[in-house]
């Protein structure tokens, strides 16, 4: 049974910066990731994609600030995100992204 990982979800609120995201493990096939240039500026959004781009993944979707990246052969992946109204937390069920042709 192999336990390495194979998706890197990260929604950490403009910490995303800091990753080191040449030490991903080569495992590692889709990335979600939440950004927020607000937070971080333009230009370190720009460095976090064009990282993933150099390391060969490939923009699989985008809505909002949240991306899904790919590494390979493409699948269907489905987006969730939490959304925080008030005290509650609820999820919001993002499209399936198909596969791209």
């Not at 910066?17 to 990335?31: A, E, K, W």
């Not at 923009?59 to 109204?85: H, Y």
Request: a neutral charge; one cysteine or more.
């Amino acid at each position: 049974m192999n336990n390495a990982p194979t998706v890197l979800i990260a929604d950490i609120e403009g910490a995303e910066q800091y990753l080191d995201l040449s030490g991903l493990p080569d495992s590692v096939r889709t990335i979600i990731m939440e950004v927020h240039p607000t937070v971080i500026g333009q230009e370190a959004v720009d460095h976090i994609l064009n990282t993933l781009k150099s390391m060969r993944f490939t923009l699989r979707g985008w809505e909002e600030n949240t991306f899904c990246r790919e590494k390979g052969s493409p699948r269907q992946v489905i987006l969730a995100r939490s959304l925080v109204g008030g005290r509650s937390s609820r999820w919001r069920l993002y499209q399936a992204l198909p596969a791209p042709d």
